[in-house]
């Protein structure tokens, strides 16, 4: 059984920032990709980056060069910082981590930028 809660969510103006935070707990190893999909009011959900364990990174285009995903010490931790926020950034923020070939999910944290 794999769980992930994420926090750091909130209400920001455009061109602030935020900083999601990601803790998997159950069976996992550092060696299990993690990352953040997004899905925004009438969107399907999208990828915004991903880590491997070996610290390669992936981001989609939207969001180059203004986040950065991480990995905290603790195994199973992930973070994603947000800079430069637009309007068209918000959606629900979902973790997810990559365990045996099946992806396990959190319940995801509302981020809203105001323009």
């Known amino acids: 059984q794999v769980q992930l809660v994420e926090s750091g969510g909130g209400l920001v103006q455009a061109g602030g920032s935020l900083r999601l935070s990601c803790v998997a707990s159950?069976?996992?190893?550092?060696?299990?990709?993690m990352g953040w999909y997004r899905q925004a009011p009438g969107k399907q959900r999208e990828l915004v980056a991903s880590?491997?364990?070996?610290?390669?990174?992936n981001y989609a285009d939207s969001v180059k060069g203004r986040f950065t995903i991480s990995r905290g010490n603790a195994k199973g931790t992930v973070y994603l910082q947000m800079n430069s926020l637009k309007a068209e950034d918000t959606a629900v923020y979902y973790c997810?981590?990559?365990?045996?070939?099946?992806?396990?999910w959190g319940r995801g944290t509302q981020v809203t930028v105001s323009s």
């Open positions: 997810y981590i990559v365990r045996n070939g099946q992806n396990y």
């Open positions: 880590i491997t364990s070996g610290g390669s990174t």
């Open positions: 159950g069976i996992i190893f550092r060696m299990n990709t």
